[in-house]
């Protein structure tokens, strides 16, 4: 009773607390994990423009990427107490809450804006499409296929800047005998696994990619072209050898400050080469596909909108779809990311090289799906505790690896 | 002869005199002192070197941390990284530090920690002086709860807390510090009340007074060691919490904690330690505050709760 | 001392039955009705959090569950595979070295440090605050301070080979094969404390006379200490090992401040599984299937353990 009693106390004075003055916009609760430099001024992009509609942006920041973030999301949406909207990256995460009922059908909206004509490549929709509807609305196209180099730490090795992994290879005892760390792999698990699925894309071509990720053949994935690949990781393992940091921000800032030779990571550490005012081209070099096969994932993220009761939110909420797609804020956004756009009909003049180079593979249509699409975050999972042992233990052999790697593509979902 | 048995002094025993009572030494610079402070001496060293480096950190600038060492103190003193961690650190787009998440904290901490003591505090003093047919076989139950990893409990409690429509209030936040406060408090309490003077309850029983009276007009009034244990663990544990308050609370009021993990977490370009230090620091002021003011009697009301079982 | 303590537990006992014959209400279910009153939050949060939520993790671990839970059974599927991981491997591997050096080391030093301090000596209060202030601080923020001092390029290392011993080698965040004994210095630091307060408590309860008594029969110290003092607090052994053991079952932020499970997944732990498969490989079958493994193992040791201890006094 005093357990009661207590309780309808404290949730008074909780309403009390929680509830002060009068909104006169709508507050639309968006949660993210966009926290380093980049990532800040980039979603500070969508705030503005969200804010300029005369609703409000309550920004939902949560640091330490989406394996921190992403149980608080879910907690929340299946707990009943929704934020507006929320980051995922498009693809399988969120499935199970639309199945469930929990997320908003944006068709209509989509409809209405025509996304189907403006949205492209077409396969970034479909990604958010489950049973015909739209269900999620990508704002960016991020890549994994992309090898940046620090031109300074190979002018103090004395070899000149690599074009291919390759030639990247040769020079690491150069670099290595400067002081220098050939390549950068931060601490955390889903860096060494994203390295290795960029050069399964790269070493091994965009079939075999598909082949293994797509068709899950394990016993192509046994088999000696994979081995290319594991021959070509082992070769990154020794390599990054002597990182010692854990963010991949930590390990971008190392190719920054020229203590590494390169890195392999997603275009989004463009950020941060920016925000350390470095020029693409003159600082540093890029690479898509590692120089090998310029392919681009077309990868990303995308904000979806739990179903809410509060019309005056729903009505918010479509508004924050529109925003989030329009041609300015869609430029101004991605600039800042380094990400490319979702609609082909922007202009995107300001882009420096390394983008130019995107949008030229991406206009191409040298594109491929990423592993976000193609697999469970359950097998992404298995596959990074793997990657991130194998980084890690320069003893395990190559053998092991592949084979348990093929086992794991064999369960894969 | 055990304490326990002899024990109508042991509340008073137990706030009374805590000036050591062990073997008597005798008072020379011995080779025995020697012995004895010097290993305090090399333990202090181990245990006070974090704290240093900490505060010597948080009060250098981002170049002289990148040269000198960490043990080095500064030679430019800056409050800048302290006034930076409280006002204007950044979260994504929120750069106001950890203010934003001081004012929280508190409104969680406060009512967690009075719900969580009163229910602990009365569990224990059923536990001790009631008995009921089972109600061992519930202790038991708690005792064993109090091994579950949080993790564990995250997906059932966010099905209760949404049943009972508490999901994201910050009642239910105050409800679940008191669940996972509840084993070790509970044993606490229980295993002070057990050592108070049965004389007292039974003559309170012969005066006819009830359960509700008996806790409020003899045991509480004896039990503030105790209390101070008790209150001194919440807090340390609620303030610090970072997993309760990020899943079972909203934005609006998160605690301090997701703050400073925030800070912390999200580097922006280089890593700026002078500045996570000065967070970490103040983040831990409100316990540290708690123990240097009440140590003493930390050690007293422990010596109440702990000794018996 | 046997013969003591088990006077004592009497003596202790004849309390309760004697309340509950005074009062002899006509129907057994309102006998101590407001000690029954009073103890619905316990009962409610032991059977319906703890036990039920136990249960409920039990039967969905026998699900295909993925991101929500969902009753569709898979038999042992989840087990199987769970033993089949080689990060669940290392991380009872881990756990178990972390477990008993943990214990060990925490009543070791806790205890020796109680000791000296009972050796009247001066400053006690001083000493005991430091030893002690280091509880007052999270998991997440031990972990990120000693993360920084043992880091080879700021840190110990790095000062050590400043003053001229260039090889001197200290990375055990870095390197597989140590690195939880790394994380066992900073668990270490944040948690005897609290273990030297107990037992200072419990030091402190132990009879002037029993040191009279030892001292005139000429037993050395460390004999007194050993085979009468210790035997003598088991009170607070029980205490501390409750506190102790249930920290180590649960150890997680710690892990994740300081190596987040690296280098690789060679500072994994059992609860980081959890987590990890639960929420970022939105697999709850699997989360749970550990989860299950590792409430078992708790229950296995503590259940009896716990009967024995608290249970026993209603029958003496």
Known sequence: MLYRSVTAVLAAAAAACAFTGVAAATDLEVTHWWTSGGEAAAVGEFAKAFDATGNRWVDGAIAGSGGTARPIMISRITGGDPMGATQFNHGRQAEELIQAGLMRDLTDIATKEKWTEIVRPKSLLDSCTVDGKIYCVPVNIHSWQWLWLSNDAFAKAGVPVPKTWDEYVAAAPALEKAGIV???????????????????????????????????????????????????????????????????????????????????????????????????????????????????????????????KD??????????AETLLNPQTQVAFNLKKGSLPVRGDVDLNAANDCMKKGLDILAKGDVIPWTDQLLSQDSQKQKEDLFSEFFAKQDMSIEDAQKRFADIIASAD | MNIATKSPTIAADADGDTGPRGPKPKRTLSRRNIIVYGTLLVAAIYYLLPLYVMIVTSLKGMPEI????????????????????????????????????????????????????????????????????????????????AF?????????????????????????????????????????????????????????????????????????????????????????????????????????????????????????????????????????????????????????????????? | MVVRRVNARQHIDERSPMSESQTRPPSRLLRNLNAKIASIPMILTAVVVFAGGTAWTVLYSFTNSKLLPRLNFVGLDQYTRLWAAPRWLVSIENLLIYGVLSLIFSLVVGFVLAALLDQKIRFENTFRTIFLYPFALSFIVTGLVWQWLLNPEHGIQSVVRGLGWTSFSFDPLYNSEIVIYGILIAALWQGTGLVMCLMLAGLRGIDEDIWKAARVDGIPMWRTYLF????????????????????????????????????????????KYVYDYMFFAQNLGQGFAASTMMLLSVVIVIVPWAYLEFGRRRRA
């Open chain 3, 228 to 271: 009468i003092v210790i035997p003598m607090m088991r009170p607070v052994f029980v205490t501390t090992l409750v506190i102790i053991a249930s920290g180590i079952v649960k150890v997680y932020d710690l892990v994740v401040a300081q190596t987040s499970g690296g280098p690789g997944i060679a500072s994994e732990v059992p609860a």
């Open chain 2, 148 to 309: 579950i990893p949080y993790q564990v409990m995250l997906y059932p409690i966010v099905i209760i807390l949404r049943e009972i429509g508490l999901y994201g209030s910050l009642s239910g936040l105050v409800i679940v510090h008191s669940i996972f406060g509840m084993p070790i408090l509970t044993l606490l309490f229980r295993n002070y009340f057990t050592s108070m003077p049965e004389e007292l309850f039974k003559a309170a029983r012969v005066d006819g007074a009830g359960f509700w009276g008996i806790y409020l007009r003899i045991m509480l009034p004896m039990s503030l060691p105790i209390f101070v244990v008790a209150v001194i663990i919440q807090i340390t544990g609620i303030w610090n919490d970072f997993l309760f308050g990020v899943v079972y609370t909203r934005p609006e009021t998160y605690p301090m904690t997701v703050q400073l993990n925030n800070i912390v977490n999200s580097v922006q370009g280089v890593k700026e330690y002078n500045v996570n230090m000065a967070a970490t620091l103040i983040t831990g002021l409100v316990p540290l505050i708690v123990y240097f003011v009440s140590g003493k009697l930390f050690v007293r009301g422990i010596a109440a709760g702990a000794v018996k079982g």
């Open chain 1, 182 to 308: 050939p390549l950068a792999v931060g601490g955390q698990p889903w860096q060494a696994a994203g390295a290795f699925d960029v050069l399964m894309a790269a070493v091994g071509g965009t079939d075999a990619f598909l082949k293994v990720y797509k068709d899950k053949d394990k016993d192509f994935a046994a088999g000696p072209e994979i081995a290319k690949v594991f021959k070509a990781a082992d070769d990154a393992r020794k390599m990054a050898k002597n990182t010692n940091v854990q963010d991949w921000n930590q390990a971008t800032n190392m190719v920054i400050t020229g203590k590494a030779g390169g890195q392999i990571m997603g275009d989004w550490a463009q950020g941060e080469f920016q925000v350390a005012g470095q020029v693409a081209g003159k600082d540093y070099t890029c690479l898509p596909g590692l120089g090998v096969n310029p392919v681009i994932a077309t990868g990303g993220d995308a904000f979806y909108f739990p179903l809410l």
């Open chain 1, 311 to 320: 019309p005056e939110k729903a009505k918010a909420q479509e508004v924050l």
């Open chain 2, 66 to 145: 990148r040269l000198g060492n960490i043990f080095s103190p500064p030679l430019e003193i800056t409050f800048e990284p302290w006034i930076k961690a409280w006002s204007s650190a950044c979260t994504g787009l929120n750069c106001d530090g950890l203010s934003r998440g001081f004012w929280n904290s508190v409104r969680i901490t406060v009512p967690s920690v009075v719900l969580s003591i009163a229910i602990a505090s009365v569990n224990g003093y059923a536990l001790a002086n009631w008995r009921f047919k089972g109600s061992e076989f519930f202790f038991t139950i708690l005792i064993v709860g």
